[in-house]
């Protein structure tokens, strides 16, 4: 699992290296209320965007080729049902 946090490049890198990875978008102060599941191949969290659209504003993600580390990291921000505040609804990623 990582996280990038002011890292656009090394976050387009590993999506592009993990095809079937898992991306967790979160808010920078990491409010349990927000987590939004994607695949790494979503469009919307993969596109080539100007710097810092993904990782360096109000948000940053956790990845993983694991989803059951991606429940448990939102379990640590709070989440008591290892779940997911919403489930994107273009890659459909469960
Ligand atoms: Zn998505």
Not at 31 to 37: E, K
Not at 67 to 90: E, N, P, V
Request: glycine content about 8%; proline content about 3%.
């Amino acid at each position: 699992m990582h996280k990038f946090t002011d890292d656009d490049a090394g976050y387009l890198r590993w999506i592009g290296n993990h095809p079937d990875g898992f991306v967790l978008n979160i808010e920078r102060g990491e409010r349990p209320d927000y987590a939004v599941l994607h695949r790494a191949t979503c469009s919307s969290i993969s596109r080539v965007r100007e710097d810092g659209a993904y990782t360096a504003r109000n948000y940053k993600k956790v990845v993983s080729d694991s989803l059951a580390d991606i429940r448990a990291y939102t379990k640590s921000m709070g989440r008591k049902d290892r779940d997911f505040s919403k489930l994107c609804g273009h890659c459909q990623p469960l």
